[in-house]
């Protein structure tokens, strides 16, 4: 039996992820801003002067990646400046500017709309459940076997304990 895409999990959540990656490059571009580089930005809003090794630990990106994004993209717009490590010339510490700083101010509300706007609809307890369910998606992605159990079904979900 070929395998019915139009029933692929797997398709469906990249469809998720495009169109909620859509709906956010949407709302941040009249800050200039990408949903990764935003992602960036909400880690130094945290905490200011990371490592890009630790911004990269945190997104799941390699050291390019993060560099590039800093480098060519926040960098060029005004938005962090990086800063040589005094232990190690090969590491650059990541600091917001004054206009990096300020963008928290105008981009944290819209991020937040953005939030309730995608669970609009979706009852506290469904929300509790989605959050389980897809983290254990992502844990069962990120081990390299996962378990095959036939004996789940719709109902055992809805009801196995949280």
């Known amino acids: ?36 580089q935003n992602f960036i930005m909400m880690l ?3 905490k200011d002067g990371i490592t890009q090794n630790e911004i990269g630990e945190r997104l799941g990106k390699d050291k390019t990646n993060i560099t590039r994004m800093i480098i060519s993209n926040l960098e060029n717009k005004g938005f962090v400046r990086k800063i040589t490590c ?6 650059f510490k990541i600091y917001l500017t004054p206009a990096g700083a300020q963008l928290e101010n105008e981009v944290c509300p819209v991020m937040e709309e953005v939030g309730q706007e995608l669970v609009d609809g979706i009852s506290a307890e469904e929300l509790v459940l989605l959050r389980r369910l897809l983290t254990k998606v992502r844990d069962n992605a990120s081990t390299t ?18």
């Open 1 to 36: 039996m070929p395998y019915d895409v139009e029933k692929s999990y797997t398709v469906l959540i990249r469809d998720v992820h495009l169109a909620i990656s859509g709906h956010i490059k949407n709302k941040l571009s009249p800050f200039n801003l990408a949903p990764e």
């Open 44 to 46: 130094l809003w945290k």
């Open 86 to 91: 005094t232990d190690d010339r090969r590491c």
């Open 145 to 162: 076997t996962v378990a095959n159990d036939s004996t789940i079904t719709p109902e055992s979900i809805v009801t196995a304990p949280l």
